[in-house]
């Protein structure tokens, strides 16, 4: 899948399954799986097909500022959370955030980067870092590798075994890579227009 359809399926589920009850608790999970749906193509080489994962990630980033300040403004958990915790806590998230994107960004498209290592080692990162986005944040690694799962390139699920996994149902930029990314954005806006008003009785 392409970045649109990451980012939409990524906010739409984290919504559904965090179902927070505010809107600077919205914006926190806004925030952290914007963030982890489009990390995984960091290792996405330069190249004109690669303009789509870097337009989505810059897309993330802007998101994410624009929660951040958000939370800022309106005193959220995530602010509140990086106020109130030791330097050493957070610099440690700041060092592993780093090391793994790095890593991610130096191995091969769909290798480590789409691994439950990777998972791991992203999700514990920020956990140090920010633990208001951690939750968030894998859900959205965890939906990228799922739909990335379902593409006919396989990815390396278990690295560093060499196994690549594929259902082998679409190809990543076609017509099912339209469809979710519609079906992500649609489910977002009425998710966060329902959990922000307060409806949290779906």
């Given at each position: 899948m392409m970045g649109k359809a990451h980012m939409g399926v990524g906010v739409a589920a984290a919504l559904a399954l965090l179902r927070p009850t505010t809107p600077v608790a919205c914006a926190a999970v806004v925030m952290g799986a914007s963030l982890g749906s489009v990390v995984c193509d960091v290792d996405v080489r330069p190249n004109e097909r690669a303009k789509d994962a870097?337009?989505?990630?810059?897309?993330?980033?802007?998101?994410?500022?624009?929660?951040?300040?958000?939370?800022?403004?309106?005193?959220?958990?995530?602010?509140?959370?990086?106020?109130?915790?030791?330097?050493?806590?957070?610099?440690?998230?700041?060092?592993?955030?780093?090391?793994?994107?790095?890593?991610?960004?130096?191995?091969?498209?769909?290798?480590?980067?789409?691994?439950?290592?990777?998972?791991?080692f992203w999700g514990e990162s920020m956990k140090l870092l920010c633990e208001p986005l951690a939750v968030p944040f894998v859900v959205g690694i965890a939906s990228h590798v799922l739909l990335d799962l379902t593409n006919k390139k396989g990815i390396r699920l278990f690295w560093p075994l060499r196994n690549d996994f594929s259902l082998g149902l679409w190809k990543a930029d076609g017509l099912a890579n339209d469809l979710f990314a519609l079906v992500g954005m649609v489910a977002s806006v009425v998710l966060l227009a329902f959990f922000a008003t307060g409806r949290h009785g779906l």
């Open positions: 870097f337009r989505w990630r810059m897309v993330a980033l802007v998101l994410a500022c624009a929660m951040l300040a958000y939370d800022y403004l309106h005193v959220g958990p995530v602010c509140a959370y990086l106020k109130g915790h030791v330097a050493r806590e957070v610099a440690s998230g700041i060092v592993g955030m780093i090391a793994t994107t790095v890593l991610a960004a130096l191995t091969s498209h769909r290798t480590f980067s789409h691994s439950l290592v990777a998972l791991a």
